[in-house]
C-alpha cells in the first residue's frame, strides 16, 4: 500500500486513504505551490491588519479568558513561547507513532486552507517531521473536545526545540532529534502559537483512521457471519437480491453484495428446505445491521473529510476579503456526533455476533454436540467461552453510550460548550479492538461447526478463505484444552488481515 511519490497538499481533497498512506505506510508529503503562495499572502496580510491596530485574537490579544489583554510586538515573540508552554497539559497514555503522523498530517492539511496566517516554517515542520519520522511525545488525553488545546502543544514543544520525540527508533529530547537531522528550532512569531495550539487536529487525525479501521471490521463481519450461515445450513432467502431492492439502503445493499460474494459457490444456494422457514433475527437481519452500521459510518465519514479539508482555525482569515474574522470554526460537533452514533451501530453489529455465537453452542437450532464439543460423553466443548464473548460484548455496551453531552463552563464561562471528541474517537477504536475479538471467538465457532458436519467441501469460496485463515492457527478442538490461546491466534489473524489491508479473506 506504501506509495513513494510524494502526496502533495493544498489544504482540500485529503481521503481517509490518504491518511492511512502516510500514517501508516510511511508516504512523503509536500506542500502544492499554490498553497505556499496563499501561506506567504496570508502571512502579510495579517502584518498588515495589526499595523492598522485591528485587534487579532491570538496575535496582538490573548487567548480564552484573557481575550481582553494587549500582547505587545515587542513580546510576541515571548508570548507565543509562553503560549506552547502554558497549555502543554495533557496526560497519557500518549498516541502510537502512526497516530501522531495522522494528528501532523490532519493539522497540516487544515493549516494550507491559508486561514491562520501563520509563517510558512511552521507548515514547513510539520512536512519536516513526517517525512523525517520525528514524531513528538503526544498525550491523548486532558482535551475537551473544543479544540485539542491541551494536547497540540506538545507537538509544539518539539518544534522549538522542547520535550520529547520518537525518532530514529528511540525516544529522545526534541533538541537532540532536530540537532540529528540538521533541524533548527522554530523562533515563533505572532499567531504562531494559537494555529499550533487551536485546532481538533488530535480527534480529526487519529478519528480518520479509526474510520479506516472501521470498514474493514464490517466487511469482516460481513464475512464471518457468511462462515455462520454455513456453520448452521442457514436459511438464504433473506439474501435474496430483489427482497433487498424494495429497501435499498445503500449500506445494506453492500454488505449483501459482501456476505453473497463470500457464498458464490456454496451448497447452500442447492439445499434449501421449506421446513426451516426462518433463522433467529441474528441471523436473518445481519445484513440490514451491518449496512446501518456502514450508513453511520458513510455520515460520519462524509462529515469528518469536510473538516479535514477546511479550516477549523478561530480567529479565521479570508485572504480575498482582507479581513480576519473571531468564529468558532473549531466546534467538531457535527462528526463527534457522528462517531457518536458508530459506535452505537457497532454494538448493534457486536450483539448480533455474540447471539449468533451462542446459537452456535445449542444443539436444539444447530442439530450438533452442545458447545460444539467433539465428544458429549468426555468434553466440555465452548461451553466458558460464552461467557468471554458476553463480557466483551458488554464492555462495548458501556463504551457505546455517549460522551459528547459531558463538558463543563470553563474559562470564565467563555467556553461553555466542548464536546469531549478526543474520548468519543477513543472509545470508538476500543469498540473496534473488542469486536475482533468477538468477530474471532464466532468465527472459532463457525469452523468448529463446518467440521463437525464435515462440509469443509462444500463452502462459499470466500467462506472457505475464511476457514482456511482460522485453521491456520485455531486447529479443530479435537480434545479440551486452554482456549485463551485459541482467542488471542483469533484476535490476531482478525489484526493481521487489518494490517495487510486484505479483507477478502
Known sequence: M??????????????????????????????????????????????????????????????????????????????????????????????????????????LNGLLAGCTGIQPAIADRYVEFLNLGISPVLPLRGSVGAADITNLPHIGLAMIGEGEVDAQGRRQPAAAALQEAGLAPLQLGPKDGLAIVSSNALSAGIG???????????????????????????????????????????????????????????????????????????????????????????????QLELHLNSSDDNPCLMLEERRIVSCANFEPVAWTLGFEMLGQALHHVSRCSVFRTLRLGDPSFTGLTRFLTPNEQYSIGFCTLQKTVTSLDAEIRHLSNPA??????????????????????????????????????EAIHAAQAID???????????????????????????????????????????????????WAL
Open 2 to 107: 506504501f506509495k513513494e511519490e510524494p502526496l502533495v497538499l493544498d489544504g482540500s481533497g485529503l481521503a481517509l486513504s490518504d491518511i492511512e498512506e502516510v500514517a501508516r505506510f510511511g508516504r512523503p508529503v509536500q506542500i502544492a505551490e499554490s498553497a505556499r503562495s496563499r501561506l506567504e499572502a496570508a502571512r502579510e496580510l495579517v502584518y498588515e491588519l495589526v499595523e492598522h491596530d485591528v485587534p487579532i485574537y491570538g496575535f496582538n490579544r490573548g487567548v480564552g479568558w484573557n481575550k481582553d489583554k494587549k500582547v505587545d510586538p515587542a513580546f510576541f515573540a515571548q508570548y507565543n513561547r509562553n503560549l506552547i508552554l502554558s497549555h502543554s497539559s495533557g496526560i497519557g497514555p500518549n498516541a502510537t507513532n502512526d497516530d501522531v503522523r495522522a494528528v501532523l498530517l490532519a493539522r
Open 452 to 502: 463437525l458436519r464435515g462440509s469443509q467441501d462444500s463452502l462459499g469460496n470466500g467462506v472457505r478463505k475464511a476457514y482456511e485463515a482460522i485453521r491456520e492457527s485455531v486447529p479443530y478442538l479435537s480434545e479440551d484444552r486452554a482456549l485463551t490461546k485459541d482467542i488471542e491466534q483469533a484476535y490476531q489473524i482478525m489484526r493481521r488481515r487489518h494490517k495487510n489491508g486484505n
Open 208 to 302: 480518520a483512521l479509526a474510520l479506516v479501521d472501521t470498514i474493514k471490521v464490517l466487511e469482516l463481519a460481513d464475512v464471518i457471519y457468511a462462515m455462520s450461515l454455513e456453520a448452521i445450513h442457514g436459511q438464504l432467502s433473506p439474501l435474496d437480491e430483489a427482497v433487498h431492492r424494495m429497501r435499498p439502503f445503500p449500506g445494506q445493499l453492500t454488505s449483501l453484495a459482501v456476505v453473497r460474494n463470500a457464498l458464490e459457490g456454496s451448497h447452500l444456494w442447492q439445499q434449501q428446505t421449506a421446513e426451516k422457514l426462518q433463522d433467529p433475527l441474528s441471523f436473518r437481519d445481519a445484513v440490514q445491521v451491518h449496512g446501518a452500521a456502514r450508513d453511520a459510518w458513510r455520515y460520519v465519514k462524509d
Open 404 to 441: 459528547s453531552a459531558d463538558y463543563a463552563s470553563l474559562a470564565g464561562d467563555i467556553e461553555d460548550h466542548a464536546t469531549n471528541s478526543p474520548f468519543v474517537v477513543y472509545k470508538t477504536r476500543e469498540i473496534i479492538d473488542r469486536l475482533y475479538y468477538i468477530l474471532g471467538i
